[in-house]
């Protein structure tokens, strides 16, 4: 397994589990209540009013929505780290007056494993791909 390969295994992972979360809370609140982006709206004294404040903010901000946006910035990290098309429809080109330039390869790499540190703990995880 690459390391590009195992990053999009977890980045999937934690994609459906998000997405599942949400579904969860959809059916079980209704849209009143859904988290959206660190914005926890829940209008019926649920659960979270029981949680130390602390924890309740951890939550909220570890949302679903939170979770997804992440998810789809790390894959344009990792298109990116692959130089070439990838890099340049990965970027935005909107008020930038001079175009992008792939970053080196190394730079790259490092990126990519920086991104699998915090999967580090994965049964799947390879030493060597820690910076």
Known sequence: MTLTDFLLARIAEDEAVARSAATQWQDFHGDAGYPTH?????????????????????????????????????????????????????MPTRGYAQPYHSPSADVMTRTRQLLALPYGDHPDYDEAWRP
């Open 38 to 90: 660190g914005l926890y709206l829940d209008m019926g004294g649920g659960d979270m009013d029981r949680l130390p404040g602390e924890h309740a903010a951890h939550i909220a901000r570890h949302d679903p929505a939170r979770v997804l946006a992440g998810c789809a910035a790390k894959r344009r990290i990792i298109a990116m780290s692959d130089g070439g098309a990838d890099f340049e429809a990965a």
